[in-house]
């Protein structure tokens, strides 16, 4: 009996060791260097197109809000924006992160930190700003968490795997955020704002996960704002 209580103990204390190890190469490896080389101009730049957009989104929040009190004005369907719901929820990006874990590991990471790092700035500024939803149901409106990771997802895959999977995915992605407006879970600055902020994040832990041949770049035009994809050859 002695030597069982030994051995287990043995055990609990290499895994302990192991899991110290694990979470210290996960912190001063991966995440530290995505959270401190994500400010940079690129970075930068979303957040800075991304208040914008959110500043001028405000101003049509109240419009969009009345216009779907209105069933014939909807945006769309109760049932189509319940499978928005779903999709954003997180789950379907969580179960693709796995899925490249098992088959693309250093993409997989990268979506996987991306997914992480945009859930705990949503949840921190959601709880901070306690913004009221358009429903009234809780204070936690700003940003919409369901258009962050949706939008992280739609950026780490897009520079995971370029363009022919990045523009369906984005495409997805403002699915799910208007699904959100739709049924007035979110106002449509919370939205814009959970773009940018999916799309930061994303970025940053694409960029800072290995090498990535594609990059995505904010592009501002004549009234229009949008993305750009870039490959380096």
Not at 183 to 190: A, C, K, P
Request: proline share 3%.
């Amino acid at each position: 009996m002695k030597n069982l209580i030994v051995a287990f103990m043995l055990f609990f204390s290499s895994a302990a060791q192991a899991e110290e190890k694990t979470l210290s190469w996960l912190w001063h490896q991966e995440l530290k260097p995505t959270i401190t080389n994500s400010f940079d101009s690129g970075g930068q730049l979303i957040l800075l197109i991304g208040a914008g957009a959110t500043v001028t989104a405000r101003h049509y929040d109240q419009t969009v809000y009345k216009n779907n009190l209105d069933p014939d004005k909807l945006i769309m369907d109760k049932d189509t924006a319940d499978i928005g719901a779903y999709l954003g929820s997180g789950g379907p990006g969580i179960a693709i992160a796995l899925a490249q874990l098992w088959l693309d590991p250093q993409n997989g990471l990268a979506h996987s930190k991306a997914l992480a790092l945009t859930a705990a700035s949503h949840i921190t500024m959601a709880s901070l700003i306690g913004r009221e939803r358009p429903s009234g149901r809780d204070y936690l409106s700003f940003p919409s968490g369901h258009a962050s990771s949706s939008y992280a997802t739609a950026t780490s895959l897009a520079y995971a795997y370029g363009y022919k999977v990045g523009i369906p995915a984005f495409a997805l992605a403002t699915f799910v955020a208007a699904s959100r407006v739709s049924e007035n879970i979110h106002w449509t600055s919370d939205v814009v704002a959970g773009a940018a902020l999916g799309i930061y994040w994303g970025r940053a832990s694409a960029l800072n996960t290995g090498k990535s041949d594609y990059n995505i770049v904010p592009t501002v035009g004549a009234g229009s704002v949008g993305l750009s994809f870039c490959r380096e050859f």
